[in-house]
Protein backbone atom coordinates (compact mmCIF):
# COMPACT_ATOMS: atom_id res chain seq x y z
CA UNK A 1 0.00 0.00 0.00
CA UNK A 2 2.83 2.29 0.71
CA UNK A 3 4.64 1.53 -2.61
CA UNK A 4 1.50 2.41 -4.40
CA UNK A 5 1.22 5.86 -2.92
CA UNK A 6 4.55 6.49 -3.50
CA UNK A 7 4.42 5.86 -7.00
CA UNK A 8 0.62 7.78 -7.63
CA UNK A 9 3.03 10.90 -5.80
CA UNK A 10 5.74 10.49 -7.86
CA UNK A 11 3.78 10.51 -11.18
CA UNK A 12 1.49 13.39 -9.70
CA UNK A 13 4.54 15.09 -8.89
CA UNK A 14 6.02 14.22 -12.63
CA UNK A 15 2.62 15.86 -13.84
CA UNK A 16 2.65 18.48 -12.46
CA UNK A 17 6.42 19.58 -13.10
CA UNK A 18 5.56 18.78 -16.91
CA UNK A 19 2.82 21.21 -16.87
CA UNK A 20 4.80 23.56 -15.40
CA UNK A 21 7.63 23.96 -17.90
CA UNK A 22 4.87 23.62 -20.62
CA UNK A 23 3.39 27.07 -19.17
CA UNK A 24 6.46 28.96 -18.68
CA UNK A 25 7.64 28.07 -22.03
CA UNK A 26 4.39 29.31 -23.27
CA UNK A 27 4.70 32.51 -21.36
CA UNK A 28 8.41 32.94 -22.89
CA UNK A 29 6.93 32.54 -26.64
CA UNK A 30 4.36 35.39 -25.84
CA UNK A 31 7.01 37.58 -24.70
CA UNK A 32 9.63 36.83 -27.54
CA UNK A 33 6.52 37.51 -30.15
CA UNK A 34 5.57 40.58 -28.72
CA UNK A 35 9.25 42.04 -29.35
CA UNK A 36 9.70 44.84 -31.64
CA UNK A 37 12.76 44.80 -33.42
CA UNK A 38 14.32 49.01 -33.69
CA UNK A 39 15.06 50.26 -37.47
CA UNK A 40 15.28 53.25 -38.93
CA UNK A 41 13.69 53.63 -42.09
CA UNK A 42 12.93 56.42 -45.31
CA UNK A 43 10.23 56.70 -47.79
CA UNK A 44 10.57 55.87 -51.12
CA UNK A 45 10.23 59.17 -53.18
CA UNK A 46 10.58 60.42 -56.87
CA UNK A 47 13.27 62.50 -57.59
CA UNK A 48 15.95 63.45 -60.35
CA UNK A 49 18.96 60.95 -60.88
CA UNK A 50 21.22 60.37 -63.58
CA UNK A 51 23.69 57.87 -65.45
CA UNK A 52 26.98 59.34 -64.72
CA UNK A 53 30.88 58.46 -64.71
CA UNK A 54 32.69 59.75 -62.07
CA UNK A 55 36.75 60.09 -62.35
CA UNK A 56 39.23 62.94 -61.98
CA UNK A 57 40.66 65.59 -63.88
CA UNK A 58 42.95 68.70 -64.35
CA UNK A 59 41.72 72.15 -65.33
CA UNK A 60 43.57 73.98 -68.35
CA UNK A 61 42.99 77.15 -70.32
CA UNK A 62 41.85 77.13 -73.69
CA UNK A 63 44.66 79.61 -75.02
CA UNK A 64 47.90 80.75 -73.78
CA UNK A 65 50.86 81.89 -75.12
CA UNK A 66 54.52 83.07 -74.37
CA UNK A 67 54.78 86.55 -75.67
CA UNK A 68 58.12 87.29 -77.05
CA UNK A 69 59.76 90.36 -79.04
CA UNK A 70 59.80 90.65 -82.69
CA UNK A 71 62.59 93.76 -82.27
CA UNK A 72 65.96 93.96 -80.67
CA UNK A 73 66.26 96.58 -78.41
CA UNK A 74 66.20 97.59 -74.47
CA UNK A 75 62.74 97.57 -72.46
CA UNK A 76 62.15 101.75 -71.62
CA UNK A 77 58.66 100.71 -69.98
CA UNK A 78 57.12 97.57 -68.45
CA UNK A 79 53.03 98.53 -68.11
CA UNK A 80 51.55 95.16 -66.89
CA UNK A 81 52.04 93.20 -63.97
CA UNK A 82 50.98 89.26 -62.83
CA UNK A 83 47.57 88.87 -62.41
CA UNK A 84 46.48 91.83 -64.69
CA UNK A 85 43.45 91.23 -67.50
CA UNK A 86 45.07 92.64 -70.63
CA UNK A 87 42.72 92.59 -73.92
CA UNK A 88 44.00 91.22 -77.27
CA UNK A 89 46.20 94.07 -79.13
CA UNK A 90 47.00 95.98 -75.24
CA UNK A 91 50.20 97.80 -74.71
CA UNK A 92 52.21 95.61 -72.36
CA UNK A 93 55.76 97.02 -72.29
CA UNK A 94 57.78 99.19 -74.88
CA UNK A 95 61.50 98.86 -76.51
CA UNK A 96 63.53 101.96 -77.03
CA UNK A 97 62.50 103.24 -80.77
CA UNK A 98 64.77 106.46 -81.27
CA UNK A 99 66.80 104.68 -84.20
CA UNK A 100 63.15 103.50 -85.89
CA UNK A 101 61.90 106.50 -85.42
CA UNK A 102 64.40 108.17 -86.84
CA UNK A 103 64.81 106.05 -89.62
CA UNK A 104 60.53 106.49 -90.47
CA UNK A 105 61.06 110.25 -90.59
CA UNK A 106 64.11 109.92 -93.13
CA UNK A 107 61.95 107.87 -95.25
CA UNK A 108 59.04 109.82 -94.71
CA UNK A 109 60.31 112.42 -96.10
CA UNK A 110 62.02 110.49 -99.04
CA UNK A 111 58.34 109.87 -100.41
CA UNK A 112 56.99 113.30 -99.72
CA UNK A 113 59.53 114.81 -102.14
CA UNK A 114 58.83 112.00 -104.77
CA UNK A 115 55.22 112.50 -104.40
CA UNK A 116 55.84 116.00 -105.43
CA UNK A 117 57.92 115.03 -107.86
CA UNK A 118 55.42 112.73 -109.39
CA UNK A 119 53.01 114.98 -109.33
CA UNK A 120 54.57 117.58 -111.90
CA UNK A 121 56.20 114.56 -113.41
CA UNK A 122 52.37 113.01 -114.20
CA UNK A 123 51.20 116.96 -115.29
CA UNK A 124 54.50 116.82 -118.51
CA UNK A 125 53.86 113.24 -119.21
CA UNK A 126 50.10 113.74 -119.94
CA UNK A 127 51.81 117.10 -122.19
CA UNK A 128 54.11 114.03 -123.60
CA UNK A 129 56.96 116.48 -122.70
CA UNK A 130 58.53 114.05 -120.84
CA UNK A 131 58.97 110.06 -122.31
CA UNK A 132 56.82 106.89 -120.77
CA UNK A 133 60.42 105.42 -119.60
CA UNK A 134 61.00 108.40 -117.55
CA UNK A 135 57.65 108.50 -116.08
CA UNK A 136 57.34 105.33 -115.19
CA UNK A 137 60.87 104.84 -113.87
CA UNK A 138 59.59 107.45 -110.96
CA UNK A 139 56.73 106.00 -110.45
CA UNK A 140 58.72 102.61 -109.46
CA UNK A 141 61.30 104.71 -107.44
CA UNK A 142 57.99 106.19 -106.04
CA UNK A 143 56.41 103.06 -104.74
CA UNK A 144 59.84 101.34 -103.11
CA UNK A 145 59.96 104.64 -100.91
CA UNK A 146 56.21 103.57 -100.17
CA UNK A 147 56.91 100.18 -99.29
CA UNK A 148 60.31 101.69 -97.43
CA UNK A 149 58.23 103.65 -95.54
CA UNK A 150 55.57 100.79 -94.55
CA UNK A 151 58.67 98.87 -93.35
CA UNK A 152 59.88 101.21 -91.06
CA UNK A 153 56.64 101.53 -89.29
CA UNK A 154 56.32 98.27 -89.40
CA UNK A 155 60.16 98.92 -87.16
CA UNK A 156 58.52 101.29 -84.79
CA UNK A 157 55.33 99.05 -84.26
CA UNK A 158 57.22 96.22 -83.19
CA UNK A 159 58.76 97.82 -80.40
CA UNK A 160 55.80 98.20 -78.65
CA UNK A 161 54.80 94.69 -77.27
CA UNK A 162 51.32 94.07 -77.33
CA UNK A 163 49.12 91.41 -76.05
CA UNK A 164 48.01 88.70 -78.79
CA UNK A 165 45.27 87.36 -76.66
CA UNK A 166 42.71 88.29 -74.16
CA UNK A 167 43.66 87.00 -70.39
CA UNK A 168 45.64 87.57 -67.64
CA UNK A 169 49.37 87.76 -67.37
CA UNK A 170 50.15 84.78 -65.44
CA UNK A 171 54.23 85.66 -65.49
CA UNK A 172 56.15 88.51 -66.19
CA UNK A 173 59.56 87.92 -67.30
CA UNK A 174 61.22 91.03 -68.98
CA UNK A 175 62.61 93.89 -66.26
CA UNK A 176 62.99 97.38 -67.38
CA UNK A 177 66.42 98.07 -68.97
CA UNK A 178 66.95 94.41 -70.19
CA UNK A 179 67.99 93.95 -73.40
CA UNK A 180 65.70 92.17 -75.64
CA UNK A 181 67.10 90.48 -78.71
CA UNK A 182 64.97 90.06 -81.94
CA UNK A 183 62.87 86.95 -82.09
CA UNK A 184 64.65 85.03 -79.51
CA UNK A 185 63.09 81.80 -77.26
CA UNK A 186 63.31 84.45 -74.12
CA UNK A 187 59.35 85.17 -73.47
CA UNK A 188 58.84 88.30 -72.31
CA UNK A 189 55.37 87.28 -70.67
CA UNK A 190 53.18 84.52 -70.57
CA UNK A 191 49.26 85.26 -70.95
CA UNK A 192 46.51 82.78 -70.01
CA UNK A 193 43.21 83.04 -71.51
CA UNK A 194 41.27 81.69 -68.22
CA UNK A 195 37.72 83.27 -68.97
CA UNK A 196 36.69 79.71 -70.40
CA UNK A 197 38.88 76.53 -69.00
CA UNK A 198 38.42 72.88 -70.25
CA UNK A 199 38.75 69.91 -69.13
CA UNK A 200 40.41 66.85 -70.70
CA UNK A 201 38.93 63.51 -69.06
CA UNK A 202 39.60 59.56 -70.65
CA UNK A 203 36.17 57.51 -70.42
CA UNK A 204 35.52 54.16 -70.99
CA UNK A 205 34.67 52.52 -74.21
CA UNK A 206 31.99 50.51 -72.48
CA UNK A 207 30.33 54.39 -72.29
CA UNK A 208 31.52 55.93 -75.32
CA UNK A 209 27.52 55.31 -76.86
CA UNK A 210 26.27 57.23 -74.05
CA UNK A 211 28.50 60.12 -74.24
CA UNK A 212 27.76 63.20 -76.87
CA UNK A 213 28.95 66.23 -77.17
CA UNK A 214 26.83 69.46 -75.11
CA UNK A 215 26.08 66.86 -72.21
CA UNK A 216 26.16 68.39 -69.04
CA UNK A 217 29.01 67.20 -66.08
CA UNK A 218 29.51 68.65 -62.78
CA UNK A 219 33.16 69.28 -61.30
CA UNK A 220 33.65 69.55 -57.64
CA UNK A 221 36.58 71.39 -55.79
CA UNK A 222 37.87 71.07 -52.42
CA UNK A 223 36.80 73.85 -50.56
CA UNK A 224 34.11 75.05 -53.36
CA UNK A 225 30.99 74.91 -54.60
CA UNK A 226 30.03 71.97 -57.56
CA UNK A 227 31.18 74.02 -60.98
CA UNK A 228 28.72 73.21 -64.40
CA UNK A 229 30.72 71.93 -66.98
CA UNK A 230 30.14 70.62 -70.81
CA UNK A 231 31.15 68.32 -73.16
CA UNK A 232 32.97 70.17 -75.67
CA UNK A 233 34.30 66.90 -77.77
CA UNK A 234 34.69 63.57 -77.74
CA UNK A 235 37.93 62.05 -79.90
CA UNK A 236 36.73 59.89 -82.98
CA UNK A 237 39.44 57.25 -82.00
CA UNK A 238 39.71 54.94 -78.52
CA UNK A 239 43.23 54.70 -77.31
CA UNK A 240 44.23 51.21 -78.03
CA UNK A 241 46.43 50.53 -74.96
CA UNK A 242 43.91 52.31 -72.46
CA UNK A 243 40.78 51.52 -73.78
CA UNK A 244 39.88 54.93 -72.97
CA UNK A 245 38.40 57.90 -75.54
CA UNK A 246 39.86 61.14 -74.91
CA UNK A 247 36.65 63.61 -73.78
CA UNK A 248 36.98 67.52 -73.60
CA UNK A 249 35.27 69.67 -71.31
CA UNK A 250 34.38 73.09 -71.39
CA UNK A 251 33.99 75.26 -67.96
CA UNK A 252 32.48 78.93 -67.90
CA UNK A 253 35.41 81.14 -65.90
CA UNK A 254 33.63 84.43 -66.14
CA UNK A 255 33.21 84.87 -62.92
CA UNK A 256 37.32 83.94 -62.09
CA UNK A 257 36.47 81.97 -59.20
CA UNK A 258 38.84 78.97 -61.21
CA UNK A 259 42.71 78.66 -61.75
CA UNK A 260 44.33 76.51 -64.87
CA UNK A 261 46.06 73.65 -62.81
CA UNK A 262 43.14 72.96 -60.65
CA UNK A 263 42.60 69.41 -59.66
CA UNK A 264 38.85 68.72 -60.24
CA UNK A 265 36.43 65.05 -58.99
CA UNK A 266 34.24 64.85 -62.44
CA UNK A 267 30.85 63.81 -62.23
CA UNK A 268 29.55 62.94 -66.59
CA UNK A 269 25.75 63.07 -66.56
CA UNK A 270 25.10 60.52 -69.46
CA UNK A 271 21.31 60.52 -68.77
CA UNK A 272 18.91 62.54 -65.99
CA UNK A 273 14.99 60.92 -65.04
CA UNK A 274 13.77 64.17 -63.23
CA UNK A 275 10.90 61.65 -61.73
CA UNK A 276 12.90 58.29 -60.96
CA UNK A 277 11.68 56.46 -57.91
CA UNK A 278 14.34 56.29 -55.62
CA UNK A 279 15.20 55.02 -52.09
CA UNK A 280 18.55 55.45 -49.75
CA UNK A 281 21.27 53.12 -51.53
CA UNK A 282 21.73 51.33 -47.85
CA UNK A 283 18.02 50.25 -47.47
CA UNK A 284 19.40 47.38 -50.62
CA UNK A 285 20.30 44.17 -49.58
CA UNK A 286 22.21 42.13 -52.50
CA UNK A 287 22.54 38.43 -52.11
CA UNK A 288 23.99 36.50 -55.41
CA UNK A 289 23.11 39.37 -57.31
CA UNK A 290 19.61 39.61 -56.23
CA UNK A 291 18.51 42.72 -54.50
CA UNK A 292 15.93 43.31 -52.26
CA UNK A 293 14.50 46.06 -49.46
CA UNK A 294 13.05 45.50 -46.32
CA UNK A 295 9.06 47.19 -46.97
CA UNK A 296 7.28 48.02 -42.86
CA UNK A 297 3.56 48.00 -43.83
CA UNK A 298 0.56 49.81 -41.35
CA UNK A 299 1.06 47.16 -38.76
CA UNK A 300 5.03 47.36 -38.12
CA UNK A 301 5.47 44.35 -39.76
CA UNK A 302 8.54 44.24 -42.51
CA UNK A 303 8.11 41.92 -45.63
CA UNK A 304 10.68 41.21 -48.11
CA UNK A 305 10.45 42.55 -51.57
CA UNK A 306 12.55 41.79 -54.68
CA UNK A 307 13.21 44.57 -56.56
CA UNK A 308 15.33 45.78 -59.95
CA UNK A 309 17.53 48.49 -59.72
CA UNK A 310 18.27 51.66 -62.28
CA UNK A 311 20.35 54.22 -62.14
CA UNK A 312 22.67 54.96 -58.85
CA UNK A 313 24.32 57.96 -57.30
CA UNK A 314 26.46 58.24 -54.21
CA UNK A 315 23.84 58.00 -51.61
CA UNK A 316 20.76 56.96 -54.08
CA UNK A 317 19.25 54.26 -56.21
CA UNK A 318 16.35 54.26 -58.88
CA UNK A 319 13.89 51.23 -58.61
CA UNK A 320 12.33 50.17 -61.30
CA UNK A 321 9.87 47.74 -59.65
CA UNK A 322 9.10 45.72 -56.36
CA UNK A 323 8.29 49.56 -54.49
CA UNK A 324 5.62 52.23 -54.48
CA UNK A 325 6.13 55.50 -53.90
CA UNK A 326 5.50 56.61 -50.44
CA UNK A 327 6.49 52.72 -48.86
CA UNK A 328 8.20 53.07 -46.00
CA UNK A 329 12.13 50.86 -46.35
CA UNK A 330 14.18 50.11 -43.77
CA UNK A 331 17.54 51.58 -43.70
CA UNK A 332 19.30 50.73 -40.86
CA UNK A 333 18.54 47.37 -38.49
CA UNK A 334 18.05 44.79 -41.57
CA UNK A 335 20.68 42.29 -40.16
CA UNK A 336 17.82 40.99 -37.44
CA UNK A 337 14.97 41.10 -39.84
CA UNK A 338 13.01 38.20 -41.54
CA UNK A 339 9.85 38.30 -43.68
CA UNK A 340 7.06 39.14 -41.27
CA UNK A 341 8.96 40.58 -38.12
CA UNK A 342 7.73 42.95 -35.70
CA UNK A 343 9.07 46.16 -35.93
CA UNK A 344 9.72 49.75 -34.23
CA UNK A 345 10.69 52.56 -37.05
CA UNK A 346 12.76 54.83 -34.13
CA UNK A 347 13.58 57.61 -37.26
CA UNK A 348 12.20 58.32 -40.72
CA UNK A 349 15.45 59.45 -41.88
CA UNK A 350 14.51 62.43 -45.13
CA UNK A 351 17.50 61.77 -48.01
Not at 202 to 214: D, S, T
Request: hydrophobic residues 45%; negative net charge.
Amino acid sequence: MKKLTLVVALFSSAVFLTGCNQANSSSNSDTAEVIAIPVEASLARRGEISSSYHTNATLAARAETDVISKSSGIVQQVLVEEGDYVEAGQLLAVLENERQRFMLAKEQAELSRLDSELQRMAEMYQRKLISTDVYEKLRWQHDSVKASVDLAELSVRETEIRAPISGVVSRRYVKTGQLISQMAPQSLFHLVANAELEAVVHIPEQQLAQAKAGQAAILRFAGMLPVKANVSRISPVVDAQSGTVRTTLIIDNSVGELRPGMFAQVELKFDVKPEALLVPKRAIITIDNQHSVFVVDAEDKVSRKAVHLGYSSDSTVEILDGVATGEKVVVAGQGALKDQSLVTVVTTREF
